[in-house]
Each structure stands twice: as C-alpha cells, then as structure tokens.
C-alpha cells in the first residue's frame, strides 16, 4: 500500500520558516519523482515544487522560487519542502504527490499518489 505523510505544519508568524516533511512507503523511492501541491481557502490546489529522485532535476514556480527548497533523502525515502521568509499568502493545507515519471514539472492529473495534507497558517 502506497503512503505519503506529511508532517511538520503549524502556525508562525510572517517572516518565520517551517519545514515540511513527507515520509513515503510502498513504492521504490528512487524511481519517483517527488513534489508539493498547496491549496489556500477558496482557491485551487497549486503545484509548488517537485523533484526528480533519480537526477535531482526540481521545479519552482515564481511564486515561492528563493524562498523555498525541495530534496529528497533517497536512504529514507523522504522529501523534504524548506520553506523560508513566510507570508501569509502562503497559508494554505500542503500535499505532498508523487508520479512513477523522471519528469518535473508535472501537471495536476499526472500525479499518482497524494498525501492527505498538512495545514500551514502564516499570521500577518
């Protein structure tokens, strides 16, 4: 049974970091390509960052590229989403995805796998 659980939401303050952490299990690990997908109140789930585990290859969109960094630790199957110089606008339930795919980006629909979120709340 495939897995992915993210841990590592809260509250903070804007202007703080939190890291993000999604544990997964029963697909191989390095042949996946790993990512995070957010979804703010009211609004659509929007791919924020991926990662290829086989080479490294990752993805940002404008929207958090400088501020947050996507990696992987292969030797325990985990993905890691560092997020930095938070707004509040990033306030928002994140999803960690993964695809039997070497490609990133990948769009919405090519996801196999979601997690079932964890919520991050950026107080002004």
């Known amino acids: 049974e495939v897995q992915l659980v993210e841990s590592g939401g809260g509250l903070v303050q804007a202007g703080e970091s939190l890291r993000l952490s999604c544990a997964a299990s029963g697909f191989i690990f390095g042949d996946y390509t790993l990512g995070w997908f957010r979804q703010a109140p009211g609004k659509e789930r929007d791919g924020i960052s991926c990662?290829?585990?086989?080479?490294?290859?990752?993805y940002y969109p404008d929207s958090v590229k400088g501020r947050f960094t996507i990696w992987s630790d292969n030797a325990k199957n985990t993905v890691y989403l560092q997020m930095n110089y938070l707004k509040p606008e990033d306030t928002a339930v994140y999803y960690c995805v993964a695809a039997s795919s070497n490609k990133c980006p990948i769009g919405y629909y090519g996801w196999d796998y979601w997690g079932k979120g964890t919520l991050v709340t950026v107080s002004s």
């Open positions: 990662i290829s585990t086989k080479d490294g290859n990752t």
